[in-house]
Structures are given as C-alpha cells and as structure tokens.
C-alpha cells in the first residue's frame, strides 16, 4: 500500500516568517511530487511540482526533495495571512492514471 | 476558459435514493477521476477513466457507479448502496500520464443526507 504522511496540524506560524510543510512517501519508486493548497470549502489548486532531487523555487514558494530520504517539503517564505489553508502533498508513483496517492493534509495558519 | 464543472454545488439525498454528480470538461484530456474527500482527510479515488467507454474503479468504489460515453462527461452516480455518502466529491482530469501533468480539479459537490 502507498502511503504519503502529512502532519495534521495545526501549524501555527507568525506572519512574515517561514512556514515549513513537510511529507513522507512510502514507495521508492515514486516519481512526480506535488504540493496542493486547498482552502476550506473549495477544491484543491496546484501550487507546486517537484521531479528531481533539490529544491524548486516559485515566487515565496520552494519545495525540495530528497528522494533517499523519501521526503518533499515545501516552504512558504514571507508568510502572509492569504496562506492560510490546508496543504496536500501528492505523490505519482506509476502504474498510469491512478497512480496518484494524496496525503491527508497540513492545516497551516498563519497569524497576524 | 479551459476547465472543469461539477454540479450541482450541493446537493442532498433521500434514503434509498441514487443521485448523479455531472463532471463536464472541455480541456481536451483523455484522464477523469472522481475523488471523495471527508473532514481531515485526503482525497480517495472512487473510479478514473483513461478513455471513452472505458473505466476503472478506483480505491472505495463499491456503491458508486460511473459511465464515460463522451470524453467531456464523467457522471458520477451515488447508488443507495452507498450508506455513507455524506462527503465532498472532487472530479479531476488530466493527459492519461499524470507524472508530468497533474490533475486539474472542478469545484466540488458538497453531498448531505436529508
């Protein structure tokens, strides 16, 4: 069975400061990683995608992985109160199109 | 605008009732999946779809139905068998290889039992 594991929060975090989200995955064959945020009520949107070991920056977002480790992260710099939200992690390890496992979610919220 | 829409935004279900959740796409994919998401949970997949006329159930199908005649459409039937179906549903598409194209989401049918 793949698992990818997420802290469920809350993560309280001051506003202005880095926020730090971090996700485990259980198959060493995994592929593609990708960070949704998802606020209350509304359907995910993708904010992140990483393929390769290192990190991806995008504007206040970064991601890194570490495939060896098995672990992606994704760091929200300059944290505004807009962040707000519950962030998934997902995982595609192959094997076509349900190949995609999501993490249960971080709550994040950031304080003013 | 490319996109997907789900409807209705909420909708309710009598005892014993089958309901359909309607999936529209018009971003040309080949990929639609159908999710369900609970309170402080992840997203689960019920059933995807690779391709017209072909589908495949996914992790909690059982109580579900689907059909795929066109590729912009993926209804998405909640059966009386299904005895909890209290839930978010989420459609999402994509190219039928996801590892480079993440799945792109609707906004979601919010389902209550009456």
């Known amino acids: 069975q793949k698992e990818v594991e997420q802290n469920s929060g809350p993560l309280s975090v001051p506003e202005g400061a880095i926020a730090s989200l971090n996700c485990t995955y259980s198959?060493?064959?995994?592929?593609?990683f990708f960070w949704y945020r998802q606020y209350s009520g509304k359907s995910p949107e993708l904010i992140m995608s990483?393929?390769?070991?290192g990190d991806k920056e995008d504007g206040r977002f970064t991601a890194q992985l570490n495939k060896a480790s098995q672990y992606v992260s994704l760091l929200i710099r300059d944290s505004q109160p807009s962040d707000s939200a519950t962030y998934l992690c997902?995982?595609?390890?192959?094997?076509?199109?349900?190949?995609?496992?999501f993490g249960k979610g971080t709550h994040l919220i950031i304080q003013p | 605008d490319g996109g997907i829409t789900q409807s209705p935004k909420y909708l309710f279900r009598k005892e014993g009732q089958n309901v359909t959740l309607s999936c529209e796409q018009n971003?040309?994919?080949?990929?639609m999946y159908w999710y369900r998401q609970d309170p402080g949970q992840g997203l689960r997949l019920i059933y995807y779809?690779?391709?017209?006329?072909?589908?495949q159930k996914g992790d909690i199908a059982e109580g579900y139905s689907v059909s795929r005649e066109k590729k912009e459409s993926f209804p998405l039937t909640v059966t009386s068998a299904q005895k909890n179906p209290t839930a978010f549903y989420l459609c999402?598409?994509?190219?039928?290889?996801?590892?480079?194209?993440?799945?792109?989401f609707g906004d979601g049918t919010r389902l209550s039992i009456l």
């Open positions: 999402a598409s994509s190219i039928p290889d996801p590892s480079n194209q993440p799945q792109h």
């Open positions: 198959d060493r064959v995994s592929q593609s």
């Open positions: 990483i393929y390769s070991n």
């Open positions: 997902a995982v595609y390890s192959g094997g076509g199109a349900d190949g995609l496992t």
């Open positions: 971003l040309n994919h080949d990929a």
């Open positions: 779809s690779q391709i017209v006329n072909d589908f």
